[in-house]
C-alpha cells in the first residue's frame, strides 16, 4: 500500500516512462546477472522492487 500510495502523490506511471538508467560501473554485469537470475529462479523470500 506505501508504494501505491508514493506512486499516486507524485503522479508516477513506469509504464509511461520515456527514458532509462543504464549503469556504466566496473561491477555492471555481474549486478545485471544477479537480477537475471531473481526472475529466472526466485527465492521463496526474494522481494524484486
Known amino acids: 500500500?506505501?508504494?501505491a500510495r508514493v506512486?499516486?502523490?507524485?503522479?508516477?506511471?513506469?509504464?509511461?516512462?520515456e527514458r532509462y538508467m543504464?549503469?556504466?560501473g566496473p561491477?555492471?554485469?555481474k549486478e545485471a546477472?544477479?537480477?537475471?537470475g531473481?526472475?529466472?529462479h526466485p527465492s521463496a523470500h526474494?522481494?524484486?522492487f
Not at 9 to 15: A, D, I, L, V
Not at 33 to 36: N, R, Y
Open 1 to 3: 500500500m506505501m508504494v
Open 27 to 29: 561491477d555492471v554485469k
Open 33 to 36: 546477472a544477479d537480477v537475471i
Open 22 to 24: 543504464a549503469s556504466n
Open 7 to 17: 506512486r499516486l502523490k507524485h503522479r508516477f506511471e513506469s509504464c509511461r516512462l
Open 38 to 40: 531473481l526472475y529466472l
Open 46 to 48: 526474494a522481494a524484486i
